[in-house]
């Protein structure tokens, strides 16, 4: 079980990359699902945060809501050259962020732009 300090350093994770992703996406909602932050664009949710009850990181889920079906056609929904997503379809995608380590905002905004954008196409 995570202890006070790491809770709280992991808070503070979430927090600094909702303020990344709300500055990213200015129109989006901030609401909740699944116990955690969630982004929705014209009433779609399409970026939520994971936060698992042991810590060590925060995941960035990037989906196209909850109606969405999985595809496995090998078309990502977006190009992300860095390699920094893991893919568990072509329609959602994850990106880690641990403690400790520095997060690059500029990345995380263009891939959420990236990923409203092209969301929204489909």
């Given at each position: 079980m995570?202890?006070?300090a790491?809770?709280?350093?992991m808070?503070?994770?979430a927090?600094?990359?909702?303020?990344?992703i709300?500055?990213a996406?200015p129109d989006?909602?901030?609401?909740?699902?699944?116990?955690?932050?969630?982004?929705a664009?014209a009433?779609?949710?399409l970026?939520?945060l994971?936060?698992?009850?042991?810590?060590?990181?925060v995941?960035?889920?990037?989906h196209?809501?909850?109606?969405?079906?999985?595809?496995?056609?090998g078309?990502r929904?977006?190009?992300e050259?860095e390699?920094?997503l893991?893919?568990p379809?072509d329609?959602?995608?994850i990106?880690?962020f641990?403690?400790?380590?520095?997060?690059?905002?500029?990345?995380?905004?263009?891939?959420?732009?990236?990923?409203?954008?092209?969301?929204a196409?489909?």
């Amino acid at each position: 079980m995570a202890g006070k300090a790491e809770t709280d350093d992991m808070k503070a994770l979430a927090q600094r990359l909702v303020a990344i992703i709300h500055a990213a996406l200015p129109d989006a909602t901030l609401g909740q699902k699944w116990n955690a932050p969630s982004f929705a664009v014209a009433g779609r949710d399409l970026i939520t945060l994971n936060l698992p009850p042991k810590g060590g990181q925060v995941r960035v889920i990037f989906h196209r809501g909850a109606k969405a079906k999985d595809t496995d056609t090998g078309a990502r929904l977006i190009d992300e050259p860095e390699g920094r997503l893991t893919w568990p379809s072509d329609q959602r995608a994850i990106a880690c962020f641990k403690l400790g380590e520095d997060i690059d905002g500029d990345w995380l905004s263009r891939v959420c732009q990236n990923w409203v954008r092209a969301a929204a196409l489909g």
